[in-house]
């Protein structure tokens, strides 16, 4: 997770860049970034640990014909009530509508779900303890006109503390 | 006497916000970086995670190797 105020750029699409160049695009890459995030001084993308196969980034076409539009929605369950989850959950809050999300899936592909035209925003929470499970179980969303991306990490890595 | 409302955010001094700023990344020996515009620690896929304070030079010579293409050797 990034707010998107730490980010400088937001990746171009890797066809966009492509084409700039005068090539063409190969299939899929209306769905791949071509670039790494570029941090503020002081960005950084935060981890958070899930519980294993409690995870989903999903993509749905909602509406009636006429007003349809995409929503990816990503939900996840965070082990535990420690004060660190509950801090995570409160900045969730906090950031909603400014942040962007990259979730790794099984098959080795990231996924990055919210831009600065379309953020993140938190549709729900729900956990502490005396539940079923202890921890809290997340939902988050954005409004992708289309569905989301992806980024190859060993071509264009995360920064994972503060950009100098 | 009206009472004063002014508030003001609190700014951390120029010494803590130093303190939130990652030390400049530095490659191990006998290595150099290129193109690094992150901190000290990223997420790079299928290489994992590189932490530049705990990289030994025998690592980065495997990324080097693997194709990783922010580090490369010294000439």
């Not at chain 1, 071509?34 to 993308?45: I, P, Q, R, W």
């Not at chain 1, 929470?125 to 079923?132: F, L, Q, R, S």
């Not at chain 2, 997420?43 to 495997?62: C, E, H, V, W, Y």
Request: hydrophobic residues 35%; aromatic residues 8%.
């Amino acid at each position: 997770m990034v707010p998107l105020i730490e980010l400088a750029a937001y990746p171009r699409l890797k066809s966009v860049i492509v084409s700039e160049g005068g090539g063409t695009p190969a299939p899929g890459d209306t769905k791949r970034l071509g670039e790494a995030f570029d941090y503020n001084t002081g960005g950084y993308h935060r981890e958070i640990d899930i519980l294993t196969n409690t995870g989903s980034a999903q993509n749905t076409l909602e509406g009636e014909i006429g007003g349809q539009e995409n929503r990816a929605r990503v939900e996840y369950f965070i082990p535990g009530n420690s004060p660190q989850v509950r801090e995570h959950v409160d900045c969730l809050v906090a950031n909603s509508g400014c942040i962007s999300l990259v979730v790794p899936a099984k098959d080795g592909q990231n996924h990055v779900i919210g831009t600065p035209d379309n953020p993140v925003f938190i549709e729900s929470y729900e956990g502490g303890t005396g539940g079923d499970r202890n921890g809290f179980l997340i939902v988050v969303f954005s409004d992708h006109p289309v569905t989301y991306t992806s980024i190859d990490l060993a071509e264009f890595p995360l920064g994972l503390t503060p950009a100098a | 006497m009206s009472k004063n409302t002014k508030t003001t955010l609190p700014v951390p001094s120029p010494a803590v916000q130093q303190e939130l700023i990652s030390k400049a990344a530095t490659a191990p020996a006998g290595f150099e970086l290129k193109n690094w515009t992150f901190g000290t620690r990223i997420n790079a896929g299928k290489f994992g995670i590189i932490d530049l304070d705990t990289l030994s030079p025998q690592r980065a010579g495997q990324l080097v190797d693997g194709g990783f293409k922010y580090l490369v050797r010294k000439k």
